[in-house]
Structure formats: structure tokens, C-alpha cells
């Protein structure tokens, strides 16, 4: 999420009463999740595992847990518990907003646009020309919708992530601040769900088609001209390139990349990166070719032992 206007960072550390090391005036420009942080943004870490990959990123601001000298110029703020504490920022500069209609008076909609009963258009949304929203579609706050989109009765576009952090006793919700950038041409198709950023966008490329029932996890974006089947489920932080296909009930693990043209058929389970240009089947998921090599082996693995026992 970009701040509009730009803070200091001494008035940032200031909101959550937090000590700081570097330059007080420094700009904080947004305030991003680790994953998709850029030059300018603040960031997040609260466990020692992570504190190489937040030192090193882009981000110049850095809310840790752990008193230390600055790394790479970077600004720290000092917090006993950075999960709350960026929170705290999240809710300060995007809090909830009631609406007061379906279709809010702050949404922007495109000449040719046709949303039908039903349907809930949120705070700041932009639609774009000639697009088709059909009955009880809800598009959430600050979501951006290209132009000739249609989406399908009963899809949710910009639900909150789904990302917790376990505390004694419950589980604490990392408030979401990002949004949905849905680009020209897309087909959505009904009761599918596209959770918004955490902090950035989750990005469904121009020329896309989702089938029914598909969920796509924040911050994921999603190449130009993929054709994803029913029940699809993709997990948070994925990048997938232009041209893949997903066939029915693939399920993708959580930060991982599928390369451009890849295919991956019907009920495979993705838990690693995968390269372009090729198809894959199983759970885990492996070159198709590989894969049914190996079910006509195991197919015949009966008639193999009775031979070998005889």
C-alpha cells in the first residue's frame, strides 16, 4: 500500500511509541508485507529466521523485534511485537469504511458497464468499459476491474487474505491493506474468490479465464491468457507466467513460480516451482511423461512380484 502523502519516519515510530535508528526525516513511502516490498516501503519481521531476507530486501524501513546496528542503510524501528505494531499501521491508514449503498458513490464505472441486481460495488473501485457484472457479485474496496471483464454470479473479488499469526490461545489476523487488479478481458467465473494483498495486489492478467470455484490467494499474480478449470486453488505470494493452463482441483503451494506454457492437469498438488513449456500430473506434481510411466509400472507391480516369487 503507498501512504498518500509520504511519512517519516519519526512520525511512523511515533504512532507505535517505538525507539528508531537512521535519518528522522526519511520518507516512508508504503507499507508493504515482505513478500512484494519496493525501494521506499516499511516492512515487518518478528522471528530470527526471517531477518536476513527483511535486512536484504528492498524495503528501507524495518520494524524488528531484535536491537541491532543498521544493515545496508536501512531505518529500524524497535517493537516488542512488530506483528501488532504493523497492524497498528494498517488500520491507521486504511481503516474500515461502512458502505452507505450497493454501489458506492466513490466507485468508478466505465461507459458500457452493465452490473446486474445484486451485486455490491465497494469504496474507490474502478470498473472499466463494457464490462458484464452479473447478480450478486461483490467487488471489495479499492479493487481495480479492466475493461470487457465479465464476472459470474456469486464471485468475491478482494476478500481479506488469509494469513494469522498464532498466539497463546488464538489466532491474531494480519489486517489487509493491498487490493485486486483484475486487467482487460478476463472471465471470472461464479462463486470463484480472488482474496486482495496484503499489502500489494493480487493481479489477474489481461486475457485470463477462471472457470467456477476457483480460490486465488493474496498477492498472487497471474500471467496473461491462463485458462484455470474448476476448483483450482491457488495458495498465497504464487507467480504464475503468461499461457499456463490448470486443469480441475490443481491445488498450488504458497511462493512458488510456474513458468510460461506450463500445464499441469486435474487433481495434481504443485508444491514446487515448476519450468515452462511442459505438462505435469501427481501429487507432488512431476513431468506428466515421468508420472504415467510410473502408474503402468505400479499397474503391473502385482503381476512383477508373482513372477519373481514363482
Same mark, same amino acid.
Given at each position: 500500500?503507498?501512504?498518500?502523502?509520504?511519512?517519516?519516519?519519526?512520525?511512523?515510530?511515533?504512532?507505535?511509541?517505538?525507539?528508531?535508528?537512521? @535519518?528522522?526525516?526519511?520518507?516512508?513511502?508504503?507499507?508493504?508485507?515482505?513478500?512484494?516490498?519496493?525501494?521506499? *516501503?516499511?516492512?515487518?519481521? *518478528?522471528?530470527?529466521?526471517?531477518?536476513?531476507?527483511?535486512?536484504?530486501?528492498?524495503?528501507?524501513?524495518?520494524?524488528?523485534?531484535?536491537?541491532?546496528?543498521?544493515?545496508?542503510?536501512?531505518?529500524?524501528?524497535?517493537?516488542? *511485537?512488530?506483528?501488532?505494531?504493523?497492524?497498528?499501521?494498517?488500520?491507521?491508514?486504511?481503516?474500515?469504511?461502512? !458502505?452507505?449503498?450497493?454501489?458506492?458513490? !466513490?466507485? !468508478? $464505472?466505465?461507459?458500457?458497464?452493465?452490473?446486474?441486481?445484486?451485486?455490491?460495488?465497494?469504496?474507490?473501485?474502478?470498473?472499466?468499459?463494457?464490462?458484464?457484472?452479473?447478480?450478486?457479485?461483490?467487488?471489495?474496496?479499492?479493487?481495480?476491474?479492466?475493461?470487457?471483464?465479465?464476472?459470474?454470479?456469486?464471485? $468475491?473479488?478482494?476478500? @481479506?487474505?488469509?494469513?494469522? #499469526?498464532?498466539?497463546? +490461545?488464538?489466532?491474531?489476523?494480519?489486517? &489487509?491493506?493491498?487490493?485486486?487488479?483484475?486487467?482487460?478481458?478476463?472471465?471470472?467465473?461464479?462463486n470463484t474468490t480472488i482474496? #486482495?494483498?496484503? &499489502?500489494?495486489?493480487?493481479?489477474?492478467?489481461?486475457?485470463?479465464?477462471?472457470?467456477?470455484?476457483?480460490q486465488i490467494g493474496h @498477492?498472487?499474480? %497471474?500471467? #496473461?491468457?491462463?485458462?484455470?478449470?474448476?476448483?483450482?486453488?491457488?495458495? +498465497?505470494?504464487?507467480?504464475?507466467?503468461?499461457?499456463?493452463?490448470?486443469?480441475?482441483?490443481?491445488?498450488?503451494?504458497? *511462493?512458488?513460480?510456474?513458468?510460461?506454457?506450463? %500445464?499441469?492437469?486435474?487433481?495434481?498438488? %504443485? !508444491?514446487?516451482?515448476?519450468?515452462?513449456?511442459?505438462?505435469?500430473?501427481?501429487?507432488?506434481?512431476?513431468?506428466?511423461?515421468?508420472?504415467?510411466?510410473?502408474?503402468?509400472?505400479? #499397474?503391473?507391480?502385482?503381476?512383477?512380484?508373482?513372477?519373481?516369487?514363482?
Open positions: 500500500m503507498q501512504l498518500s502523502p509520504p511519512q517519516t519516519l519519526e512520525v511512523i515510530a511515533g504512532m507505535i511509541k517505538a525507539d528508531f535508528i537512521g @535519518d528522522p526525516t526519511s520518507i516512508v513511502s508504503g507499507i508493504s508485507e515482505i513478500h512484494r516490498v519496493q525501494k521506499g *516501503d516499511l516492512t515487518f519481521v *518478528d522471528h530470527p529466521k526471517y531477518y536476513r531476507k527483511a535486512l536484504e530486501s528492498a524495503a528501507s524501513t524495518i520494524i524488528i523485534n531484535q536491537k541491532m546496528v543498521s544493515h545496508n542503510g536501512k531505518a529500524l524501528i524497535f517493537s516488542d *511485537d512488530p506483528f501488532r505494531d504493523f497492524v497498528t499501521l494498517v488500520k491507521h491508514f486504511r481503516p474500515f469504511r461502512q !458502505s452507505q449503498a450497493m454501489i458506492s458513490p !466513490s466507485a !468508478s $464505472i466505465g461507459e458500457g458497464t452493465v452490473i446486474q441486481p445484486g451485486s455490491f460495488v465497494g469504496n474507490h473501485v474502478s470498473i472499466g468499459k463494457n464490462c458484464l457484472i452479473h447478480a450478486n457479485v461483490s467487488i471489495y474496496d479499492h479493487s481495480v476491474i479492466g475493461d470487457h471483464v465479465i464476472i459470474h454470479s456469486g464471485a $468475491i473479488i478482494g476478500a @481479506d487474505a488469509f494469513y494469522f #499469526k498464532r498466539r497463546p +490461545g488464538h489466532l491474531d489476523k494480519l489486517e &489487509s491493506c493491498g487490493g485486486v487488479v483484475i486487467e482487460d478481458h478476463v472471465e471470472i467465473g461464479a482474496d #486482495k494483498g496484503v &499489502s500489494g495486489n493480487t493481479v489477474i492478467g489481461a486475457g485470463s479465464k477462471l472457470d467456477n470455484l476457483i @498477492d498472487t499474480i %497471474v500471467g #496473461k491468457n491462463c485458462l484455470f478449470a474448476a476448483q483450482v486453488g491457488v495458495a +498465497g505470494c504464487v507467480n504464475i507466467e503468461d499461457d499456463v493452463i490448470l486443469w480441475g482441483q490443481v491445488g498450488v503451494q504458497k *511462493d512458488l513460480c510456474i513458468g510460461k506454457g506450463a %500445464v499441469v492437469l486435474g487433481q495434481s498438488g %504443485v !508444491s514446487k516451482s515448476l519450468r515452462g513449456n511442459m505438462t505435469y500430473f501427481g501429487s507432488p506434481v512431476q513431468p506428466a511423461r515421468e508420472k504415467m510411466k510410473e502408474l503402468a509400472f505400479l #499397474k503391473n507391480l502385482p503381476k512383477i512380484i508373482k513372477r519373481l516369487s514363482s
